[in-house]
């Protein structure tokens, strides 16, 4: 590799880890406040985060037909589903910390949890198969599976908006994400009937 090739792998190699960095942050402080006991609804902070996460992952292709390309948020599609895959299991691990068995027993058989337990479920192979090896070992089976994003983000806002709290931000970032999907899916139909 010429020096050149070197330095630009270097350059987008810390633009990564920048971006991961940015990711991780509300959750490291989310982190660091827990561990010194300052008193904060970290069940609900952290669902939220992994909800929001989930929404960007939703909009970037909406976003693209609306803006045109964008390559370099395109690309990064996955770092956020996996931020969100990040801040759910984090969220599960606030939530069980403070559960005992018979809570986690009896989360089965409440609606609103049990529609987090499900989401959870699909995100596990969205999550696990999004790294570039998996992209290629699984070729045209890896888009059907990660259609499953859709069945699980409905998962998400029920759970979200029956157990938590910020309903309102809820309902604003469903609002949204729907609105931009069924553009985007008429601006697709319309395409195909032409």
């Not at 020096?3 to 402080?29: C, F, H, I, Q, Y």
């Not at 998962?155 to 309102?168: E, F, I, S, Y």
């Amino acid at each position: 590799m010429t020096d050149s090739t070197t330095e630009g792998l270097g350059a987008r190699n810390r633009a990564r880890l920048m971006l991961w960095a940015a990711m991780a942050a509300p959750g490291a402080v989310l982190v660091v406040l827990g561990l010194a006991h300052v008193k904060l609804p970290y069940t609900n902070l952290t669902g939220l985060l992994a909800g929001l996460f989930l929404a960007l992952t939703l909009l970037v292709t909406p976003l693209q037909r609306i803006v045109g390309p964008l390559p370099w948020l395109k690309s990064r599609r996955r770092y956020l589903g996996v931020a969100s895959f990040g801040y759910m299991v984090l969220h599960l691990a606030v939530w069980l910390a403070k559960a005992n068995l018979q809570n986690v027993l009896q989360s089965f058989t409440r609606p609103e949890i049990l529609l987090g337990w499900l989401a959870g479920a699909i995100m596990l192979p969205l999550a696990v198969t999004s790294f570039d090896g998996a992209v290629r070992a699984l070729g045209r089976r890896w888009k059907a599976l990660h259609r499953w994003v859709y069945p699980m983000a409905v998962l998400v806002l029920g759970h979200w908006l029956w157990a938590g709290d910020w309903k309102r931000t809820g309902i604003a970032t469903a609002v949204i994400v729907i609105a931009l999907e069924l553009w985007r899916y008429s601006q697709f139909r319309g395409r195909a009937t032409r």
